[in-house]
């Protein structure tokens, strides 16, 4: 009955879009059952306390006073903007969208709130609150404007839309934004940091059997019984990673007007911003990449490309041939990538625009097959154990930069977190290896309103660690984790 309604529901306001109903109505249910919730059941699917999480402790309930703070106020003058009604700033940092309604000045303060992630609520608001409801497949819930934050994809595609970009929405982090003071956006694993949010929501694990147990539910929510879902999302998020980076950076170079330089924050930084030494790992490494760049020319980042490997090898386990195919197909595509993409850098962008939607169309069509491939994939504990040593396997690259090494430790303790260890590994080692790695790649996140970013200690300690990045010591490291996993 829900879904006739629902479907009637989305019939008659097929040319009307959702809307924005605010923090203020998602609270009143969400701040804190009342003993009618649990005696009704209701606290069987949530805890009812996710606005109190987010409003205390989660920093994106900060996102726009940050603006308002002394150092945005700063920004602010040196780019010559009202940051506080700037579109390109109020897009990631509070719910502003081009194609939705503007917010209330009320809601804008609330920075990035329940409906950054979840979609906007005013025709789903009221039939989410139908037990019934779980049981929806996630397309017919899209369909009334709730993001489908259960599946690892989307769930990724949301949320890399303002830690990477989205161009269509207005999400642009710029090279003056960073040079006016605006932190630099890190590599982004998506596992690790939805899980330092903190989390406001509750694990399948940890709701009754009733719900565990019910194949409608779990159908709904992307889960199956005995899976390691931190090994799904986890996978899949670095496939998409690498997609929105390069739907961004292809988006961007095709809005480059003649004789204009595509800006420089769609580049890696590390490639002018580094230390000054010789012999360096950095001279090395433009050795070892293929094809070989100019010693000046500036590249895409690495990071968002190490985690696609890993998803390559889990479609393909037991198949080395198909598996070596697969390797050589995405490193065609990206040499075929990057040099169209290179010619945006130097000379006119227009140069280049015969060859980047194809490069780039290619390369989105092949990592939206693979990840047509990993959604029906499994992920049980073998299936896991053997992701953890393919991490070891991929941190044991001669080239891997800060970023990219961290993007690998991130996977490798968010799968690892998600195991219990055998004989192979007591929890002990395994614990004193993360903390190796931690120390050569500063893992630990910022995370909470209780620590910020902008503590000048985190920013030298961020910098000084960037610095002395030695790729052969963080080879050591996952040398010794592999060690504990049995792995050659």
Not at 102 to 125: A, F, M, R, W
Not at 265 to 290: K, N, T, Y
Not at 303 to 316: A, F, K, Q, S, Y
Not at 317 to 322: C, E, I, L, Q, T
């Amino acid at each position: 009955m829900l879904l006739l309604a629902l479907s009637a529901q989305s019939a008659a306001g097929q040319d009307a879009q959702p809307a924005f109903i605010g923090v203020v109505e998602c609270a009143r249910c969400h701040r804190s059952p009342t003993p009618l919730d649990q005696e009704s059941g209701a606290t069987d699917w949530a805890a009812l306390t996710e606005f109190d999480t987010w409003y205390r402790h989660d920093k994106h309930s900060q996102a726009f006073k940050l603006l308002d703070s002394e150092r945005g106020r700063q920004m602010g003058q040196i780019l010559g903007i009202d940051v506080l009604h700037d579109a390109q700033c109020l897009s990631c940092h509070c719910n502003l969208l081009p194609h939705l309604p503007p917010l209330s000045e009320l809601e804008q303060k609330q920075g990035v709130s329940c409906e950054s992630c979840h979609g906007p609520g005013s025709d789903y608001e009221k039939p989410h609150r139908d037990p019934s409801w779980r049981r929806l497949p996630g397309s017919e819930k899209e369909k009334l404007g709730m993001v489908d934050v259960r599946d690892p994809r989307r769930r990724a595609k949301q949320c890399l839309s303002c830690h990477v970009g989205n161009a269509a929405e207005g999400k642009l982090l710029t090279h003056a934004m960073y040079a006016a003071g605006h932190p630099p956006l890190p590599g982004f694993e998506i596992e690790t940091f939805a899980r330092e949010m903190p989390p406001h929501w509750r694990p399948l694990a940890d709701k009754p059997a009733f719900i565990r147990d019910d194949p409608r539910i779990l159908e709904a929510i992307h889960e199956k019984p005995d899976e390691v879902h931190a090994a799904r999302s986890v996978v899949m998020g670095g496939v998409m990673s690498l997609a929105e980076s390069v739907r961004l950076l292809s988006e961007q170079a095709a809005a480059i007007e003649p004789g204009q330089w595509p800006d420089f924050a769609m580049f890696d930084c590390q490639m002018c911003h580094h230390e000054l030494q010789s012999p360096s790992w950095r001279q090395r490494r433009l050795a070892d990449d293929r094809p070989v760049p100019r010693p000046s020319q500036p590249r895409m980042r690495q990071w968002p490309t190490v985690l696609v490997e890993l998803g390559i090898g889990h479609v393909h386990r037991g198949d080395d041939n198909a598996r070596r195919q697969a390797r050589e197909q995405l490193a065609e595509l990206l040499a075929q990538f990057q040099q169209a993409f290179d010619g945006t850098a130097w000379g006119s962008p227009r140069a280049a625009d015969h060859r980047l939607p194809a490069a780039s169309g290619a390369l989105l069509n092949w990592l939206e097959a693979l990840a047509e491939q990993l959604d029906r994939a499994g992920y049980g504990r073998s299936d896991g154990r053997k992701l953890l040593a393919e991490l070891c396997v991929l941190g044991d690259q001669p080239s891997l930069d800060y970023d990219a090494a961290r993007e690998l430790a991130w996977a490798l303790e968010a799968i690892g977190s998600a195991l219990p260890f055998g004989e192979a590994a007591s929890a002990d080692d395994w614990q004193r290896a993360l903390a190796a790695l931690d120390r050569a790649l500063l893992l630990d996140l910022p995370a909470t309103q209780q620590r910020s970013i902008l503590d000048p200690r985190r920013q030298r300690a961020a910098y000084e660690a960037i610095g002395n990045y030695d790729p052969a010591e963080v080879r050591r490291r996952f040398g010794e984790a592999a060690k504990l996993l049995g792995a050659e």
